[in-house]
């Protein structure tokens, strides 16, 4: 059973900065490709970052130079580095995986509120 469980939400000011992690487990981590999602409220879940098996990553249009996804297959550890936050970052930070075969996998979220 792949379970993913996110840390390192919270309260910011606007311009900081925070760093998200996503911890997997039941499956072979280095095969899957990783992403973040977020959610903020009235609003679609939308891509924030996305990162290969291969280390391959996007990032979202919004997001694009200011927050950056990395991976430790050792730890089974995804990464959101989010520098330069704005209030409009506000949301619930979702974690995901897609294995191999597609299956899709979502951590509960993780809340960041960035204040003005």
């Known amino acids: 059973q792949v379970q993913l469980v996110e840390s390192g939400g919270g309260l910011v000011q606007a311009g900081g900065s925070l760093r998200l992690s996503c911890a997997a487990s039941g499956s072979i981590f280095r095969l899957n490709a990783m992403g973040w999602y977020r959610q903020a409220p009235g609003k679609q879940r939308e891509l924030v970052a996305r990162?290969?098996?291969?280390?391959?990553?996007n990032y979202g249009d919004s997001v694009e130079g200011r927050f950056t996804i990395s991976r430790d297959n050792a730890k089974n550890t995804v990464y959101l580095q989010m520098n330069s936050l704005k209030p409009e970052d506000t949301a619930v930070y979702y974690c995901?995986?897609?294995?191999?075969?597609?299956?899709?996998?979502w951590g509960q979220g993780t809340q960041v509120t960035v204040s003005s």
């Open positions: 995901n995986l897609v294995d191999p075969t597609n299956l899709v996998y």
């Open positions: 990162i290969t098996s291969g280390g391959r990553t």
